[in-house]
């Protein structure tokens, strides 16, 4: 095996086994590791893709990456100003 074939294994197991159940969690911390999950299995496809010459999937794949990367922000921001307003 090639290390891009475990990039590949990498990238289905962050992207699909561990994220998606995740995300759909009601809780914050499981939403989160989720979502960083996605972001980490979107990168490693995106190497696999690039090597291979797929863009049009490296693009798909940059798209789930920077929703991911906002939907942290996001929930980062939301929760800060949650425990802001409870300590008041």
């Known amino acids: 095996m090639t290390i ?14 561990i994220a998606a ?3 759909v969690s ?3 911390n499981k ?5 960083i999950a996605v972001a980490a299995g979107s990168l490693l496809a995106m190497i696999v893709q690039l090597n291979a010459g797929l863009y049009y999937f490296f693009f798909a794949s940059a798209f789930w990456l920077l929703n ?3 939907a942290i922000r996001k929930m980062v921001r939301t929760n ?3 425990v802001n307003l409870k300590n008041l």
């Open 26 to 28: 009601k809780k914050y």
């Open 4 to 17: 891009l074939e475990f990039i590949q294994i990498g990238s289905v197991f962050f992207g699909t086994l």
């Open 80 to 82: 800060k100003s949650y």
């Open 31 to 35: 939403r989160l590791i989720g979502l």
């Open 68 to 70: 991911s990367a906002h």
């Open 21 to 23: 159940p995740l995300i």
